[in-house]
Structures are given as C-alpha cells and as structure tokens.
C-alpha cells in the first residue's frame, strides 16, 4: 500500500513539473527580439538627431533605453517580422530632470501598420512634474500574437502632451525603456 502511495505521488508531482515546464515557458527559454540592437536600421522622424540610446536611471533602476529630445511628435519605427505568440515588453518614463521642471509630460503611443491600416496598441500619458507615481519606470506589455508571422512597422510616438493639450514640449525628456519583443 505505501509502495503504491509512493508511485502515485511521484507520477502526480512529475506532472506537474511538466505542466508547470509547458505553460510557463518550456524551461524558461523565452526568445527575445532586442529593439535596441536594431536601433540604427529603425527609421526616425522628424530628424535622427533627436534619438539617442543612453543609460537611464529612474527611481534607482537603470535600463538602456532610447532617449528623445524634445521635440513636436517623434516617431521611431521599426520594420519587423512579428513572431507567433509574440508580446511587446517596453518601459515608459521621463529623465528625472523632468520631475522638477514645469511642463504637462508627454504621451506615448505605440501602434502597428501593415501597410494597409494602423492599429494603436496602447497610449499611456506620463507626468512626472505633476503626478510623482510617474517618476519611475512604467511597464508595459502588449500582446502581439494576432500579428503572429507577419512583417509589420512597428510604430512608438511620442507627442508633447496629452489629446486636447497645448503642444507644450517644455522639459519632454522622454524615454522608452529596453523595447523587446519577447516570445512565450
């Protein structure tokens, strides 16, 4: 009876490891497409030599990041082929000499065309002067599987301040944060 006890824990706790290894990543190899590494190729609007990739600190965590000037709606996009079960993984913030000078932050917006339509993904208005839970990294993670096995432009903006806003690029020193497509 123990012997048969013993058998039956042991075939139960070998599938949950396996379920475990089969939902959460088979192993813990997630594939990751590096944005940063691409940055060179990526096409940048209005002019190049307003994007720069830097060391950013926020709130005591450092990621390499590509950092803007400010500047009236900037836009880098990137030509990439989107993997099945693709996810967007990126991190939003402004430089910390943003938090104390005056200004009405900036919104972030990233969205995908394939040539035909643009979808947005997701915008996300960051303040750091007037809201101090903004002044850190914020994550961010978009869900890419229905682009899964096509060639899209992959599309991050950046406007001067939120919709209905005065345009004001005061102290606009926005950041995307270590931008990865990560395949689960």
């Known amino acids: 009876m123990k012997g048969n006890r013993a058998v039956l824990t042991a075939v139960v706790i070998v599938g949950v490891v396996l379920l475990g290894w089969w939902l959460f990543g088979r192993g813990g190899n997630v594939a990751r497409i590096d944005l940063l590494t691409t940055f060179d190729g990526a096409q940048k609007r209005p002019d190049a030599s307003l994007f720069s990739i830097a060391d950013v600190t926020l709130a005591g965590e450092t990621k390499k990041a590509i950092a803007i000037a400010p500047s009236p709606g900037t836009r880098i996009t990137w030509r990439v082929r989107i993997p099945d079960d693709g996810w967007l993984w990126v ?3 402004m430089k910390p000499e943003a938090w104390q000078a005056q200004g009405d932050g900036v919104l972030f917006m990233v969205g995908i065309s394939d040539g035909r339509a643009f979808d947005p993904l997701f915008t996300q ?3 750091p002067y007037a809201n101090s839970t903004d002044r850190r990294w914020i994550p961010v993670k978009v869900d890419l599987s229905t682009y899964g096995g096509e060639e899209v432009d992959l599309i991050f903006n950046i406007y001067g ?6 345009g004001d690029i005061n102290n606009d ?3 995307w944060g270590a931008p990865e497509i990560v395949v689960r």
């Open 91 to 93: 991190s939003l913030g």
């Open 125 to 127: 208005h960051v303040n």
């Open 161 to 166: 301040s939120p919709p209905g806003g005065s």
């Open 173 to 175: 020193h926005a950041v």
